[in-house]
């Protein structure tokens, strides 16, 4: 399979423990992106990275969440101290350089948030 | 936050039918793109339109794109009850991230 798979697909946790979700990219595609979706609305833009550099957060990333992408392969996504709050499908995309290309979606991780 | 707004929120249809979905946004872009989701699943990409087309044709899919208008739309002729989702359009915008920026989509339901 070479698109991209995110892991686990499902996580119910309980307020304020902390998750960690895995993205695999597409091997030859330097920018990945995380998302968030929440029931009934389209998904909205976390963070970026370029290779292994985190090149932009949104405001949406509160100070509880952090993201990685060392070596520039794999992507994790860390939510500390959990809330109701967080309960979403969280989607990671990659895409290769340049303009005009579409991104590859993963199937997302759905966090439940207890 | 959202870049756009589409319209309809929900639209259910006869096999066959012809689906229309609207798109508008609000700042510059390179290209518009549009997405399917199925329940509960990823997206898949459907066509990208670039800022500089006016059209485009995909199998069954036609997009639009108006740039003076900021606004796009995706038709999709003969629909199928397979053709049941949820459709995302996504700016990416002048910017060097690439970033999507989606609305917040229209749910399709075709009935057979």
């Known amino acids: 399979d070479t698109g991209v798979s995110q892991d686990p697909r499902h996580k119910i946790t309980k307020r304020g423990q902390n998750v960690t979700f895995r993205c695999d990219p597409i091997s030859e595609h330097n920018r990945l992106y995380w998302y968030r979706q929440t029931l009934g609305q389209g998904p909205e833009f976390l963070t970026y990275f370029q290779n292994e550099a985190q090149l932009e957060k949104s405001r949406l990333l509160s100070d509880r969440f952090s993201a990685e992408r060392p070596k520039g392969s794999f992507s994790t996504l860390e939510i500390q101290r959990t809330e109701q709050g967080d309960s979403a499908m969280y989607l990671c995309a990659s895409r290769p350089l340049g303009s005009n290309t579409e991104a590859f979606f993963g199937q997302g991780t759905r966090l439940t948030v207890v | 936050s959202q870049q756009g707004e589409e319209d309809p929120q929900a639209l259910s249809i006869q096999e066959g039918e012809n689906a229309t979905m609207n798109c508008s946004y609000k700042t510059s872009i390179n290209n518009l793109q549009w997405y399917r989701q199925n329940s509960g699943r990823g997206l898949v990409h459907l066509i990208l339109?670039?800022?500089?087309?006016r059209e485009k044709h995909s199998g069954r899919l036609r997009v639009t794109l108006d740039t003076s208008k900021k606004s796009s739309s995706l038709l999709i002729t003969a629909s199928r009850a397979a053709d049941t989702a949820s459709y995302f359009c996504a700016t990416d915008s002048s910017s060097n991230t690439g970033k999507l920026i989606f609305g917040q989509g229209t749910t399709l339901q075709v009935k057979p």
């Open positions: 339109i670039r800022s500089n087309e």
